[in-house]
């Protein structure tokens, strides 16, 4: 039993540290959010406006009480008044289905905002990617670049100094040093040099 709960919640550690769940949490937690703000500018902003405009054409003051009535039940209020028992009348909220689209038509218009700006980050990343490796080959090459490709390095570089093409220059020769000669060859340039000497005098 012990070793089933210790599996148990080995398992599960490792299912919350996939990152698709974490991908998923943030997901969730975002659009949460951003539901409630899509509502606030529902309700606060366009369903004001739009209340005006129905209400100058239906004659009602609220998209809540636009409603076509399929069966109609009638109660005595508090006051004495006859007035539509909405609880145990049929009808059809135009006003909740009018205020749904329009949460709809939000939320798909912010959606294609965000989508249309992610794609149009990766065309320019793969745009950037394309232009660093022709640029490249050309700096290699001691090719002119055109004034469009220069621009673009100009600009490139001011954002992205790392990554930037650069023309390589050639590595200065580095002459090998000097090594120290063994007590061999020191003894062998004495007795060179002494026989240099005997040869002299004679």
Not at 97 to 116: D, G, R, S, Y
Request: hydrophobic share 45%; with cysteine; glycine share 4%.
């Amino acid at each position: 039993m012990k070793n089933e709960m210790k599996k148990f919640f080995k398992e599960f550690k490792t299912f919350i540290n996939r990152g698709n769940v974490v991908d998923l949490s943030v997901g969730v937690i975002v659009g949460s959010a951003f539901t409630a703000i899509v509502n606030a500018l529902s309700n606060n902003i366009i369903k004001p406006v739009t209340n005006w405009v129905l209400a100058a054409c239906l004659g009602s003051n609220s998209l809540d009480g636009i409603y076509t009535y399929l069966k109609t039940s009638y109660m005595t209020n508090d006051a004495g008044e006859t007035v539509i028992d909405l609880a145990n009348s049929i009808y059809i909220d135009w006003g909740a289905f009018i205020n749904a689209v329009i949460n709809f038509i939000i939320i798909a218009f912010v959606v294609f905002l965000i989508v249309k700006f992610i794609n149009k980050a990766k065309d320019a990343t793969h745009v950037n990617e394309k232009l660093c490796k022709i640029v490249q080959e050309k700096l290699d090459k001691d090719e002119p670049l055109t004034k469009a490709e220069a621009r673009w390095l100009k600009r490139f570089t001011k954002r992205n100094p790392d990554k930037a093409p650069k023309k390589n220059m050639p590595q200065p020769v580095e002459e090998p040093a000097p090594v120290e000669p063994t007590a061999t060859e020191k003894l062998l340039a004495e007795i060179l040099q002494e026989l240099k000497q005997k040869n002299v005098k004679e």
